[in-house]
């Protein structure tokens, strides 16, 4: 009989790194890192963040972090631990595996929040995960697109082809721009290095107040037509998104521009001429949020104008987070006051960024309320004037 596989170890060494990468790209159906792609991913890992469940066939399950911060309501950014990589072999899932390895990395991590990017949407809610942020896709018909006279284009753009200079460069700029809304987080160079050769050819377009990444690929059937893909894109004011779009939309033989992952809020079709030059295709879950140390995580936000409200949490995998907090515009700290309002941590974790607001929470039964007024309090202390959005795809 296989034993418990609960024997759960943090990996050390390239040689483990090296097959947790090929267990997980297992799970993926894709096949091992060759030499040369491994050359690249090692870059990308930290073995001290990332964790291995082996029974007596070997490693059969796998989970690594990134170091990263992530930016919070107010302005502050904190350590963020950004979970990915998970995997179980095929012949040891549904026997516990997943939730051995990530009660193990939710006990040992030291940031106080962590987030990932769910393969399924019914993974990762019983750890604690509540979606936290979304993003929609934009599809720009280049043929329709021209900004009107009065979009504020200011400057130039630069654009870079060299592959090294772009791997140098995009992590510098998302340093700077990868930030400017609560919920963008920070990846570290190696992790860039490994993506940004993933995506191939990809050119960057620096503006002073904002960076685009994209690649473009020949359309099938189309003579001389290409699509465009927007890889990634920041920009920190108006001037920044249309300067930038200006560029994207004037590349020659461009047909189609999509740019997956955009904030629910960027409206983008006021910058055309003609709206319709713009589609919203899917709305997606984004940011996967697990507030791992609640008391410091909602300490480190700041809040809205609002009576304060006392809110219980109850967090069954990490219990010391479980119990009473006084939120309100000052600030959060425990208080053994009677709770106005009851949820779990992962739907503390949803509305934490001020994406989706709590009494939305509570209608859908997700939220219990024992003071509807504290439930309208709660949505103007944790509400956001823009739609928080991570806009980094790990
Ligand atoms: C952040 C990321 O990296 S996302 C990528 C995640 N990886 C993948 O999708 C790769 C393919 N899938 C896998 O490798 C595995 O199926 C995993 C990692 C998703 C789950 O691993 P397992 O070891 O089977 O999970 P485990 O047995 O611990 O199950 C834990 C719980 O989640 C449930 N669960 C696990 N996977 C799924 C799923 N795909 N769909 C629905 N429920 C699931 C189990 O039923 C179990 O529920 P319970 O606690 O109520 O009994």
Known sequence: MTKPPHDIRTLSGADQLR????????TLHDA???????????????????????????????????DSVIALPGGKTVPMAAVSRVGVRPDRTRRGVLNAVMRTFLTGTSAPIATLRASEG?????????????????????????LHDRAPVSGDV?????????????????????TVRPGGILLSDGFWNLALRRDGNAVLVEHDDGV?????????????????????????????????WRYLVGVDLIKQITAVGRPLDEDLDLFFADPRTVKYTEVEDETWLRLVDVPAALAARTYGQAEPVVVEVVDDVLPANSGRYLIGPDGAERTDRDPQLRLGVADLGAVYLGDRSLTRHADAGLVEVFDR????????????????WCGTYF
């Open 212 to 244: 685009a990444v994209y690649k473009t690929k020949g359309m099938r059937g189309e003579h001389f037509g290409w699509s465009m893909e927007i890889l990634a894109m920041f920009a920190a004011t108006p001037e920044a998104t249309a300067t930038l």
């Open 158 to 178: 630069k654009v870079v082809f060299d592959q090294d200079e772009v791997r140098r460069r995009v992590p510098e700029l998302l340093r700077r721009f990868g």
């Open 373 to 388: 007024a504290a439930s309208a309090d709660a949505d103007r202390l944790f509400r956001l004037d823009a739609a928080p």
């Open 19 to 26: 097959e947790a990468s090929a267990l997980f790209r297992r």
């Open 122 to 146: 019914t993974i990762y809610r019983r750890y604690g995960y509540g979606v936290a942020t979304r993003f929609r896709t934009a599809v720009v018909d280049t043929a329709k697109a021209r």
């Open 32 to 66: 091992p890192a060759d030499d040369e792609q491994w050359s690249h991913a090692l870059g990308s890992y930290d073995a001290s963040t990332s964790l291995g469940a082996y029974d007596d066939t070997g490693m059969i399950g796998t989970l690594t972090a990134y």
